[in-house]
DNA sequence: ACAAGAACGGAATACTTCGTTCCACTCTTG
DNA sequence: CAAGAGTGGAACGAAGTATTCCGTTCTTGT
């Protein structure tokens, strides 16, 4: 066996599991209670007290992770050559499902944001704007969606949710496609009411 | 002066300004604590148990009244028989602006509803159908777009909010417009993914 | 002028809800 | 078999908040 039995195995995979439990419980409700996730990985609280100081830190290590989630798919976007409206239609679509764009977000405020959390960030920012610039200029999406526009969008999905997590997922997508034929480019469509939402605007929610 | 000085003008002045903050505190923050309305009010706390016995009564009052809002809304819409989509469009936009639709859903959970909120539920949903009906056979509007599309895509857009006001209402009228776009019917649309929400899934929330 | 009472502001009360700590218990391992 | 890592979950204390209570101010009928 690898490591199946023992106190160490156990631990290895309690350290999954509490991880796992954490973000499917915190991107359900943002405010649940620390003994939620606990209940939910199937361990007693000190578990989870053994590997993170407080909520805090457990809510710090999520943000990040799911930030650097995100910058994966956003460089996996970039990465891939195939046909740009696809590309960019699937990296939007992953993301949604994973959540994990909006979990750093739908945080915001929660918690106190660290050095390494606000660096992260601004990566993905500037990502996101090179996936965007990219799918411009093959002409395949509206000039003036930017990339707060994709955090705005994300967070509006996100709130769609039902009790069935993959109904949830399901009507996401349904959402989403609706959006996505809007963004793309043929601008035949009309002017959009207003200018589109400034990162500071928002930013302004992980302060006071 | 019809009323101007006296208690009893005070009463009638804070019957409103009560309602007034009560909803805008509410929209903002559905779990908002009581004091913060009392506080929005720029009124004492028993200002407001005077009114309302319990916490519970003022939001189903608010609830109801959503709901009556919305209703007129939908009765507005049916009224006018000016071009098919703009009166659709334009019922949507009021929609989003008064939040009432989703003001009545954001507090689903929070209050125990009563008879006559389940009815006057059940009416709007009546009404919203026969709204959907009409621009459907218009012609303008997509064919598999239902009444808990609706709802849906209202919850979604009442989770846009930045700090100012003015801003938010501005960026919600941005997103619905991107949704409105792709709702407009020539479904040279592709097929949205999955099958439309059924209200059951959406109403489960009012229950355990 | 004045007593009764309507309306009010806001402190005090009585919970409830969490984050965190603590301790007894169970394995593992040298 | 003793030391200690890892764990479950009860206990504690700090917040937050719905509701009640009381002293005060203003209105009004006599």
Not at 58 to 67: I, T, V
Not at 117 to 139: F, I, K, P
């Amino acid at each position: 066996m690898t490591a199946l039995s023992g106190r160490k195995a156990e631990a290895a995979r309690n350290d999954q599991v509490i991880l796992e439990s954490a973000r499917a419980v915190f991107m359900a409700d943002p405010n649940a209670p620390i003994s939620a996730v606990a209940e939910h990985a199937g361990v007693g609280i000190s578990a989870l007290y053994r590997r993170y100081k407080s909520k805090d830190e457990l809510l710090q290590k999520l943000a990040l992770d799911g930030l650097q989630r995100y910058i994966a798919e956003a460089e996996a976007a970039l990465a891939d050559d195939g046909d740009a409206w696809t590309v960019f239609a699937a990296f939007m679509e992953r993301c949604v499902d994973g959540g994990a764009a909006s979990l750093t977000r739908r945080l915001a405020g929660t918690f106190t944001a660290t050095e390494q959390l606000n660096q992260t960030g601004y990566q993905a920012y500037q990502l996101t704007q090179r996936v965007l610039d990219r799918s411009r200029e093959a002409g395949v999406l509206r000039s003036d969606i930017n990339v707060t526009d994709l955090s705005l969008i994300f967070e509006q999905l996100q709130s769609v949710a039902v009790h069935d997590a993959g109904r949830t997922g399901q009507l996401r997508r349904r959402y989403l496609h609706l959006m996505l034929q809007s963004m793309r480019s043929p601008a035949e469509a009309g002017e959009l009411p207003g200018p589109p939402p400034e990162w500071e605007e928002i930013r302004r929610r992980y302060d006071g």
